[in-house]
């Protein structure tokens, strides 16, 4: 499994504009991941997520494209419960989080629910690349949170022996347990200074 969570990087060309082509070919290169993905494997993940990819790239242009994208980078990282860094893991809110502060500037809450009380409201069907996607997975809601990124599919750090990776919201488990969208709005949020 994590070879298929790992080989969502590698895309084909013909998805992406040079610059994130480049960004993607070298983070493919330092992580060593095109000697563990067969061809046709990296094809059929490369259809899979390039419509997200360009959603967010053709919809909210640098900033929501550059969160789609790095947060990506980070396809294959273990969950590890309270982790908030790419060295040690994440938990769901803390990949969130970092996520929003490393590429957006924005800081965040800690947790998925104060997450959700921070941010704006939106309805399912209005669902941009970089919004957030609240469910109900310990009965409660607002206990899990991911980032969408398009095309029905999100990303997220989902449970204790998994690692960051990316699901498709219409599967029946996550339809069950959805809880809403939301969607960040940085007035209501503290900047990073070191982004400024």
């Not at 095109?34 to 959603?55: A, D, H, K, R």
Request: proline fraction near 4%; hydrophobic fraction near 35%; include cysteine.
């Amino acid at each position: 499994m994590r070879l298929i969570l790992c080989g969502l990087f590698f895309f084909t060309t013909a998805a992406f504009a040079a610059p994130v082509e480049d960004d993607l070919e070298r983070l493919i290169k330092e992580r060593g991941l095109v000697s563990q993905v067969t061809e046709q494997l990296s094809q059929q993940i490369s259809n899979q997520l390039s419509g997200p990819l360009q959603s967010a790239r053709n919809t909210f242009g640098d900033k929501a494209s550059e969160l789609v994208i790095q947060a990506m980078g980070l396809l294959g990282v273990p969950y590890k419960r309270g982790g908030t860094s790419e060295e040690k893991g994440f938990d769901c809110s803390g990949f969130v989080r970092h996520m929003f502060e490393k590429s957006v500037g924005l800081v965040l809450p800690r947790r998925a629910e104060e997450q959700a009380k921070v941010t704006e409201e939106i309805n399912k069907n209005e669902l941009k690349p970089g919004d957030l996607v609240f469910f109900n997975t310990l009965k409660r809601t607002f206990s899990h949170v991911g980032i969408y990124v398009g095309d029905g599919k999100f990303i997220h750090a989902p449970r204790p022996g998994k690692a960051v990776r990316v699901d498709d919201m219409r599967e029946a488990y996550w339809q069950k347990r959805f809880n809403g969208a939301r969607r960040v709005k940085s007035d209501k949020l503290q900047t990073d200074p070191s982004q400024n």
